[in-house]
């Protein structure tokens, strides 16, 4: 049902802007002061691979910061010269001079985006589709209300919460806490990234610019066949099934008349479950000099499909980008 789009797309929306939002607040009042990469952890949580930089903080004491955000390949090498913004009240609070978090937190929050994007492009308000997405949000109401603790949490245990999600800082006597990686294995994932990204990273600016182009294409002829499409009324008489790996799509079938002479199309936006039923009176607008070519109305989501596909493409581009940039800063080159 359409609804799962919203559903699905509201919560990476709503994470990727509190991670922003929380890495704002965290950089905010900080201090920078230069610091040397000394090695990798795998976390306290994930297992991943976070970075670990030692740094003399403002009351000159030497502290060790571990990132908060790890990834499957460590970033940089020991004896990088990083920076570290440091928090001029609180020297438990130190973080990296680093887009990253800000990079996967507006990626998050594109994608729930285009989710909701998506969502509002092809609900049609029926009262099938209202009656589903009640059943739908009193479904998630309950689960959610069922979930809920049935003791208050408190403000200290939500800050402890939420500290535990920060960088974590350590000094020269508890350093021996930080979950070393072993050298070899972070020697192995180095080389197996750089391999994956002498390929992946051409592979995703070709994507990328493909879909750019292709989306760029797309407005344009939107653009050119609403400017001359005439409105008309429909029916919808079948549903197309398209096949893939893993799913089917329903793509509604159309019959519009013209001067009394019968047309009939396939709409190219297909759901699963299809967004219409059999029976379904549309708006459609077609090509008053070839009237074959024609689509359901959808009013200001017209060019919804290629905004998406363009801005899909910018996005991809934009990580080959920031990928590339990365390795040749860890190369030194």
Request: hydrophobic share 45%; proline share 4%; with cysteine.
């Given at each position: 049902m359409e609804i799962a789009f919203l559903f699905g797309g509201l919560p990476f929306l709503a994470i990727g802007?509190?991670?922003?939002?929380?890495?704002?607040?965290?950089?905010?009042?900080?201090?920078?002061?230069?610091?040397?990469?000394?090695?990798?952890?795998?976390g306290a949580r994930d297992g991943y691979y976070h970075s670990v930089a030692e740094f003399v903080d403002l009351d000159g004491v030497t502290r060790y910061v571990e990132s908060s955000v790890g990834s499957s390949a460590p970033i940089g090498f020991a004896g990088d010269s990083v920076t570290v913004l440091v928090s001029s009240t609180d020297p438990e609070r130190a973080v990296f001079q680093?887009?990253?978090?800000?990079?996967l937190g507006a990626a998050v929050a594109a994608m729930g985006l285009a989710s909701c994007a998506v969502f509002f492009a092809i609900f049609r308000p029926t009262t099938f589709s209202l009656a589903g997405a009640a059943v739908v949000t009193a479904l998630t109401t309950y689960k959610v209300l069922g979930s809920r603790r049935s003791k208050t949490l408190s403000?200290?245990?939500w800050?402890?919460?939420?500290?535990?999600?920060?960088?974590?800082?350590?000094?020269?006597a508890t350093k021996s806490e930080i979950r070393w990686a072993d050298r070899d294995a972070v020697d192995a994932a180095v080389l197996k990234q750089q391999r994956a990204s002498r390929f992946a990273i051409p592979i995703l600016l070709a994507a990328g610019v493909g879909l750019v182009v292709l989306g760029a294409h797309l407005h344009r002829s939107t653009n050119a066949f609403l400017a001359k499409a005439v409105s008309g009324s429909g029916r919808v008489v079948d549903l197309a099934m398209s096949h893939s790996s893993d799913s089917t799509t329903y793509a509604p079938v159309v019959e519009f008349e013209v001067d009394g002479r019968t047309y009939r199309f396939k709409?190219?936006?297909?759901?699963?479950?299809?967004?219409?039923?059999?029976?379904?009176?549309?708006?459609?607008?077609y090509d008053p000099d070839r009237p074959a070519n024609a689509r359901i109305d959808r009013g200001r989501w017209n060019l919804a499909v290629p905004i998406l596909v363009a801005a899909f493409g910018a996005m991809l581009c934009s990580l080959a980008v920031w990928s590339a940039t990365r390795r040749r800063r860890a190369s030194g080159t």
């Amino acid at each position: 049902m359409e609804i799962a789009f919203l559903f699905g797309g509201l919560p990476f929306l709503a994470i990727g802007i509190l991670v922003v939002v929380r890495e704002h607040r965290e950089r905010r009042g900080t201090v920078a002061m230069p610091a040397t990469l000394t090695g990798f952890s795998t976390g306290a949580r994930d297992g991943y691979y976070h970075s670990v930089a030692e740094f003399v903080d403002l009351d000159g004491v030497t502290r060790y910061v571990e990132s908060s955000v790890g990834s499957s390949a460590p970033i940089g090498f020991a004896g990088d010269s990083v920076t570290v913004l440091v928090s001029s009240t609180d020297p438990e609070r130190a973080v990296f001079q680093s887009s990253l978090s800000y990079v996967l937190g507006a990626a998050v929050a594109a994608m729930g985006l285009a989710s909701c994007a998506v969502f509002f492009a092809i609900f049609r308000p029926t009262t099938f589709s209202l009656a589903g997405a009640a059943v739908v949000t009193a479904l998630t109401t309950y689960k959610v209300l069922g979930s809920r603790r049935s003791k208050t949490l408190s403000l200290e245990a939500w800050r402890e919460k939420t500290k535990a999600l920060r960088p974590r800082v350590y000094t020269t006597a508890t350093k021996s806490e930080i979950r070393w990686a072993d050298r070899d294995a972070v020697d192995a994932a180095v080389l197996k990234q750089q391999r994956a990204s002498r390929f992946a990273i051409p592979i995703l600016l070709a994507a990328g610019v493909g879909l750019v182009v292709l989306g760029a294409h797309l407005h344009r002829s939107t653009n050119a066949f609403l400017a001359k499409a005439v409105s008309g009324s429909g029916r919808v008489v079948d549903l197309a099934m398209s096949h893939s790996s893993d799913s089917t799509t329903y793509a509604p079938v159309v019959e519009f008349e013209v001067d009394g002479r019968t047309y009939r199309f396939k709409d190219s936006i297909g759901s699963d479950p299809p967004s219409y039923r059999r029976g379904d009176a549309v708006k459609v607008l077609y090509d008053p000099d070839r009237p074959a070519n024609a689509r359901i109305d959808r009013g200001r989501w017209n060019l919804a499909v290629p905004i998406l596909v363009a801005a899909f493409g910018a996005m991809l581009c934009s990580l080959a980008v920031w990928s590339a940039t990365r390795r040749r800063r860890a190369s030194g080159t």
